[in-house]
């Protein structure tokens, strides 16, 4: 199984960025999936989460309104549109796979390899 994540960059605060992950050698559709993130200094934490057929997603409270989470399983990918970015967004973002929801808040599954996001003026 592969996770490959794409679109992070620099950005200023308030502005967008949509990140990417690529799924291969598994059934995409058989698994949640879940981007979590790990800032500098900190640690890993869950911002959204979406089922196997994407109908459920879910939320860390820091990024509701803000972030949205989308899967397309004829691609087998998965994204993050994140929006009215903050300093406070600044980390890694990780895209994750699990076989059941509870597996999220307690940050288990397989993960890519990540890719940085930078907010700041």
């Known amino acids: 199984a592969q996770l490959v994540e794409s679109g992070g960059g620099s950005v200023q605060p308030g502005g967008s960025l949509t990140l990417s992950c690529a799924a291969s050698?598994?059934?995409?559709?058989?698994?949640?999936m879940y981007w979590a993130r790990q800032a500098p200094g900190k640690g890993l934490e869950w911002v959204a989460a979406?089922?196997?057929?994407?109908?459920?997603?879910f939320y860390e409270d820091s990024v509701k309104g803000r972030f949205t989470v989308s899967r397309d399983n004829t691609k087998n990918m998965l994204y993050l549109e994140m929006n009215s970015l903050t300093p406070e967004d600044t980390a890694i973002y990780y895209c994750t796979r699990v076989r059941d929801p509870s597996e999220v808040v307690k940050l288990m599954g397989d993960r890519g390899q990540g890719t940085q996001v930078t907010v700041s003026s």
């Open positions: 979406i089922n196997s057929y994407g109908m459920t997603t």
């Open positions: 050698g598994f059934t995409f559709s058989d698994y949640w």
